[in-house]
T-cell receptor
Framework: AQSVAQPEDQVNVAEGNPLTVKCTYS??????LFWYVQYPNRGLQFLLK??????LVKGSYGFEAEFNKSQTSFHLKKPSALVSDSALYFC????????????????FGAGTRLAVHP | EAGVVQSPRYKIIEKKQPVAFWCNPI?????LYWYLQNLGQGPELLIR????????DSQLPKDRFSAERLKGVDSTLKIQPAELGDSAVYLC????????????FGPGTRLTVT
């Protein structure tokens, strides 16, 4: 079965420092990987995705993620954190299991809360 | 461009009562999803529509949950009767298509069953 793990419940970082939010995945074939962010009382917002091509994917708000096939990881990164980046971040992998008709069913991780301190 | 619209935003009901949630996807998005999000967890898919057809409802508890998307645009998710364990956030999302497109989420409906 396809799955995704976010090993850290919370990540704390000082404003201006680089940040990394970790994600590892397990799939039977080639993965489609996504990062979403959720602010309080709001729905999830798409940040970036990896489908194929360059392993370094750039997304919204200065975020990027690196696909590492050998380590089955897709860590989210930003060179310089902002207080406004504080939110809940979800990694997701596309499930192409037979029961889903081979289409766009996302399996989400449990989320990592990012806290950026001034 | 308007995003995914959901209503109501909050709902408090007593157990055994029925409840319905409404979703209007982004214009032109043929694929619509309903997710359940429990506190401290990621969303879990309940049902996915391609136009008006439910193509994946394997995670929908069909004894009490039902959904419809009659004209392939907006959708309704219903619970009857509600149980205490149904308290959660119900998210609706839409995408241009099923294959690799990013999903756009609404703000969700927070349901509290007392």
């Amino acid at each position: 079965a396809q799955s995704v793990a976010q090993p850290e419940d919370q990540v704390n970082v000082a404003e201006g420092n680089p940040l990394t939010v970790k994600c590892t995945y397990s799939v039977s074939g080639n993965p489609y990987l996504f990062w979403y962010v959720q602010y309080p009382n709001r729905g999830l917002q798409f940040l970036l995705k990896y489908i194929t091509g360059d392993n370094l994917v750039k997304g919204s708000y200065g975020f990027e993620a690196e696909f590492n096939k050998s380590q089955t990881s897709f860590h989210l990164k930003k060179p310089s954190a902002l207080v406004s980046d504080s939110a809940l971040y979800f990694c997701a992998v596309r499930d192409i299991g037979a029961h889903s008709g081979g289409y766009n069913k996302l399996i989400f991780g449990a989320g990592t809360r990012l806290a950026v301190h001034p | 461009e308007a995003g995914v619209v959901q209503s109501p935003r909050y709902k408090i009901i007593e157990k055994k009562q029925p409840v319905a949630f409404w979703c209007n996807p982004i214009s032109g998005h043929n694929t619509l999803y309903w997710y359940l999000q429990n506190l401290g967890q990621g969303p879990e898919l309940l049902i996915r529509y391609e136009n008006e057809e439910a193509v994946d409802d394997s995670q929908l508890p069909k004894d009490r949950f039902s959904a419809e998307r009659l004209k392939g645009v907006d959708s309704t998710l219903k619970i009857q009767p509600a149980e205490l364990g149904d308290s959660a956030v119900y998210l609706c999302a839409s995408s241009l298509g099923p294959d690799g497109y990013e999903q756009y989420f609404g703000p969700g409906t927070r349901l509290t069953v007392t």
